[in-house]
């Protein structure tokens, strides 16, 4: 029963939480990935991607995490009002604002993180084997985005009442649709910059 | 709770007989049964508890302490299941 309870609190909050709650919650650990990710040279440039870049600002981390944000909203909004009838664009916003919460993870990690010269890598990209924590954090970053892409097809199944093969295709084709979407608006918006 | 399905073919129960207890009347026929009795317990529960919070999901939901959509998804299911049930 235990393990159920948390296999729920990991990987299917959204029974307990959703709406302006999850979207509050998710805000939290939005700004926590912008602020630790800054100082650990981790970027979140797509709705499933992290990236290591260093010298990056504030303000770049969360112009790109809010490009993250906004097109995996609006995909998955768009996505659900194709297979389900009523239900709520808050739900939708706050589950899938808490779905990048895992993401947190991967920058307290990579904060402890020694990264080892870009130009070093380029010259020898073997050379990243040398940081037994950047091995970590690298390994690491699977489970985080599988985990954080269950967080995303709960949050959607919740807040949109679909079930079956329709859901699942829908959530898979909406997730490439949001990472395609995301990828193009930051290279766009960050041009402009 | 009320036994809505035949224990031997699964097949939907009728009334037959029913009895006044105070002058031990019987009243026999073939009567179709509520179609909210038809329900499982838990979603009779459930509809018991929407009728006594006004029809409101969102109250529903703070007493319940889940979510409004799994709540609302609760309802979907249930109205699905009456709609069968009515078919």
């Known amino acids: 029963m235990k393990s159920k309870n948390l296999s729920e609190f990991l990987f299917n909050p959204f029974t307990r939480i959703a709406g302006w709650q999850a979207f509050g919650i998710g805000l939290i650990f939005i700004a926590l990935m912008g602020v630790i990710g800054t100082y650990a040279n981790i970027i979140f440039d797509g709705v499933i991607d992290m990236h290591i870049e260093h010298e990056t600002t504030l303000t770049h981390s969360f112009i790109l995490l809010a490009i993250d944000i906004i097109s995996l909203v609006f995909v998955m909004f768009v996505a659900g009002l194709f297979i389900a009838g009523k239900f709520r664009f808050v739900d939708i916003l706050g589950t899938m604002t808490l779905s990048k919460a895992p993401f947190l993870l991967l920058a307290i990690v990579g904060f402890f ?8 890598v380029l010259k020898d990209p073997f050379i990243m084997l040398s940081s ?18 269950a ?39 960050l041009k402009r910059l | 709770m009320l036994p809505t399905y035949c224990p031997g073919c699964h097949a939907q129960l009728k009334v037959k007989c029913m009895k006044c207890e105070s002058c031990q009347t019987e009243v026999t026929g073939l009567y179709d049964l509520p179609v909210l009795a038809l329900l499982p317990e838990v979603d009779q529960q459930f509809v018991l508890r929407f009728v006594k919070n006004s029809g409101s999901l969102k109250e529903m939901a703070s007493k319940l302490k889940l979510s409004y959509p799994t ?17």
């Open chain 1, 113 to 120: 993180t020694k990264m080892p010269d870009m130009s070093d």
């Open chain 1, 151 to 189: 967080l995303m097809y709960n949050g959607f199944k919740v807040s949109t009442g679909a079930k079956g093969t329709k859901l699942t295709i829908t959530f898979i084709t909406a997730v490439f649709v949001a990472e395609i979407i995301s990828k193009v608006l930051i290279h766009f918006i």
């Open chain 1, 132 to 149: 037994p924590s950047l091995v970590f954090l690298l390994l690491l970053s699977l489970p985080v985005i599988l985990w954080s892409i």
């Open chain 2, 71 to 87: 709540v609302r998804n609760m309802l979907n299911e249930i109205i699905s299941k009456l709609n069968s049930y009515e078919k």
